[in-house]
């Protein structure tokens, strides 16, 4: 099974892909984290895609994609879970990742980029503020069986 968990940055998303693992064992990919699969990029997207097409019925792979051009990445029959959380749960995130410091232009990015994946075709939505992962564990299990 492939499982793409996209989201904004500081979403919620990679919390939720540890919380899938532990329920049903899977490789977590993040982001360019493919790249290392080949000295070329070209290569390492080829042997990639490669790589999901033949998860879809083998093994688990969750992608973890906070970019809209990684979408493409995800092969037919992948499931897609969209993690929202609210702008200002997102730039308190982010602060706490920079060491209590927020810069404008970084509270500016962010904005700019917030609800940029909510026209994106997906299978479950997770609110990543306050949602309980538990429900999409067990969604996710049953949809194993």
Do not use: W
Not at 1 to 18: D, H, P, Y
């Amino acid at each position: 099974m492939v499982i793409g968990i996209i989201g904004e940055n500081c979403s919620g998303k990679s919390t939720l892909a540890v919380e899938i693992k532990k329920i049903i064992g899977a490789e977590i990919i993040t982001g360019k984290d493919y790249l290392r699969m080949a000295k070329s990029e070209s290569e390492a997207v080829s042997l990639f895609k490669a790589k999901l097409n033949n998860a879809i019925a083998g093994e688990n792979v969750i992608y973890v994609i906070s970019e809209k051009e990684h979408i493409s990445l995800l092969p037919d029959g992948a499931v897609r879970i969209l993690v929202r959380a609210d702008i200002d749960t997102i730039k308190n995130r982010f602060k706490a990742r920079m060491h209590g410091n927020l810069p404008v232009p970084v509270q500016q990015m962010l904005v700019r980029k917030h609800g940029m994946f909510d026209n994106e075709i997906y299978d479950y939505q997770f609110d990543g503020a306050s949602g309980n992962p538990s429900e999409i564990c067990a969604a996710i299990k049953a949809r194993m069986m």
